[in-house]
C-alpha cells in the first residue's frame, strides 16, 4: 500500500491498537481478534526487544488484511530497522527531525508526538502525517482535539490514551483523526477481543454519520 492509502485507511478505521506482546503466538492472536472485530491496524511498541520479530511475523501471516505500524519509534536507526521489518507507519511519543526524514524517505506515514502548537506546526511542516496528542490527550480528554483544530483545523490528530466505550463518541464528533487504544484490544481471549472491537467500531460507525 502507498503512503496516501495507507494514512486514508487509518482514518477511515479511525482506531488502531496499541500492542506490547511478548510472544509472536499472543501477538496472533490479538491481531485476529482485532480483524474480526473490524480493526486492521496495530501499533507495535518498540518498548519491547522483540518489535521488529512481531511485526515481521505479523505482516508475514496477515498481509494486506492487516496494516502493521511501528510505535516508540524515538531515533533514525529503530525507524529504517522497523521499515525494513516490514512496518508500514511510525508513531512515537516525540518529534525527531531523523526519523522523519527516514520516513520520508521511504513514503512511510510519521506521526510524532507533541504538546504544543510549536512542535505540532514543525512536524507538519517537516511532513508529519498525523499529530500525536501524547500525553496530553490523557489528562484533557475529549475536548482536546477541538481545542488544537481552532485555530487549525487541517491538523491531523491521532489521540493515544484516555478514549474508552463511554467518551469515544466524544471523541469523534470534536475531530480526531485516529486513535490508539490498549487494553480494550489487547486484553483477554481472542473473542473478548473481537467483542471490543466490533462494538469500538460501532461507536466510530455512528459518530461519523452522525
Known amino acids: 500500500m502507498s503512503r496516501e ?4 485507511q ?8 496499541i500492542v506490547r506482546v511478548k510472544t509472536i503466538e499472543r501477538a496472533y492472536e490479538i491481531a485476529q481478534g482485532c480483524l474480526d472485530g473490524g480493526v486492521n491496524i496495530l501499533e507495535i511498541s518498540y518498548t519491547n526487544d522483540n518489535a521488529g520479530t512481531i511485526i515481521q511475523a505479523l505482516k508475514e501471516k496477515f498481509k494486506d488484511r492487516l496494516i502493521v505500524g511501528a510505535g516508540t519509534v524515538l531515533e533514525e536507526v529503530t525507524a529504517r530497522l522497523a521499515i525494513m521489518n516490514g512496518a508500514q507507519f511510525i508513531i512515537a511519543p516525540s518529534y525527531d527531525q531523523g526519523v522523519q526524514e527516514i520516513c520520508n524517505l521511504y513514503q512511510i506515514p510519521y506521526a510524532p508526538g507533541c504538546t504544543s502548537y510549536t512542535e505540532a506546526l514543525t512536524a ?7 499529530i500525536k496528542a501524547f500525553p496530553i490527550s490523557n489528562f484533557y480528554g475529549p475536548q482536546l482535539s477541538k481545542i488544537w483544530k481552532v485555530p487549525c483545523p487541517q491538523v491531523p490528530i491521532m489521540a493515544s490514551g484516555g478514549a474508552n466505550f463511554e467518551n469515544l463518541e466524544q471523541w469523534i464528533e470534536n475531530g480526531v483523526d485516529c486513535i490508539g487504544i490498549g487494553g480494550l484490544l489487547t486484553k483477554g481471549k481472542k473473542e473478548d477481543i473481537a467483542k471490543n472491537a466490533k462494538r469500538l467500531t460501532e461507536i466510530i460507525t455512528k459518530a461519523k454519520e452522525g
Open 10 to 17: 487509518m482514518k477511515e478505521t479511525g482506531i488502531l491498537g
Open 124 to 130: 507538519l511542516k517537516a511532513g508529519a502525517s498525523f
Open 5 to 8: 492509502e495507507i494514512i486514508l
